[in-house]
Nanobody, 120 residues
Framework: QAQFVESGGGLVQPGGSLRLSCASSGFTFSSYVMSWYRQAPGKEREAVATITSPTRGVTIYADSVKGRFTISRDNAKNTAYLQMDSLKPEDTGIYSC????????????WGQGTQVTVSS
């Protein structure tokens, strides 16, 4: 079955950077759209970044992270990444990766989540 191993979360000061990784197995990674979601305390989960198949290379970002976050993927390693720069306290939350067939379909597979805390 599909499995994810997420890593890279932690505590960082405002203005700092983190790089999240989502190592996948159990499904054909290269055929799926990959997204990163986050859930802040007391808020609903929201999509922050999406990347389509490498042949199209389309990336989609939430307005709140445009210009600061970069999503990428390495199909040879079955891994998706989220580079987060210029972090703000409002970026705090649990970040989870998901795999889905298309940008308009629900996530089929979810990672367990990794905590990101931005605080001085």
């Amino acid at each position: 079955q599909a499995q994810f191993v997420e890593s890279g979360g932690g505590l960082v000061q405002p203005g700092g950077s983190l790089r999240l990784s989502c190592a996948s197995s159990g499904f054909t990674f290269s055929s799926y759209v990959m997204s990163w979601y986050r859930q802040a305390p007391g808020k609903e989960r929201e999509a922050v970044a999406t990347i389509t198949s490498p042949t199209r290379g389309v990336t989609i970002y939430a307005d709140s992270v445009k210009g600061r976050f970069t999503i990428s993927r390495d199909n040879a390693k079955n891994t998706a990444y989220l580079q987060m720069d210029s972090l703000k306290p409002e970026d705090t939350g649990i970040y989870s990766c998901c795999a889905r067939w298309a940008t308009t379909t629900p996530c089929q597979y979810w990672g367990q989540g990794t905590q990101v805390t931005v605080s001085s």
